[in-house]
């Protein structure tokens, strides 16, 4: 089933090659936001189904927006280069993309939390 997917990215290259994997796999983006301001609005407002969360947007960490989608109870993967060792503790529960990642590693994670 597809999803309106929210991708949350601060390096335009790798936004669009997110983009360009999900539309793969037949899902939409309804948005991508760079900055963590954007990430914010779209997350309390946007109707979504799923979230791809860079962890650093222009150094600053994405975590209140994981509170956000969590609070509003939209599943979300976090994407980084650390891998889980870069995921605040507070938020342990959610599945983390290790950049770079595959269209395959994107849909496994996606079939997760579906």
Same mark, same amino acid.
């Given at each position: ?6 991708? @949350? =990215?601060? +390096? ?6 997110? =983009? ?5 796999? &037949? ?10 301001? !954007?990430?914010?609005?779209? /997350? /309390? ?12 947007? /222009? &150094?600053?960490?994405?975590?209140? @927006? ?6 509003? &109870? ?8 650390? &891998?889980?060792? $870069? ?5 342990? $529960? ?8 595959? !269209? /395959? ?5 996606? +079939?997760?939390?579906?």
């Amino acid at each position: 089933m597809a999803k309106r997917v929210l991708v @949350v =990215e601060d +390096e335009m290259t790798i936004a669009m090659m997110i =983009e360009d994997m999900l539309m793969d796999l &037949g899902h939409e983006v309804v948005a991508t936001a760079a900055r963590l301001p !954007t990430a914010l609005e779209v /997350a /309390a407002d946007g109707n979504l189904d799923f979230v791809i969360l860079d962890v650093n947007l /222009a &150094g600053h960490q994405s975590f209140p @927006v994981a509170a956000v989608l969590q609070q509003r &109870g939209i599943p979300f993967a976090f994407a980084t280069g650390y &891998g889980p060792a $870069g995921i605040d503790p507070a938020f342990a $529960g959610p599945p983390v993309l290790t950049k770079p990642f595959t !269209t /395959a590693d994107l849909a496994a994670v996606i +079939e997760t939390v579906s």
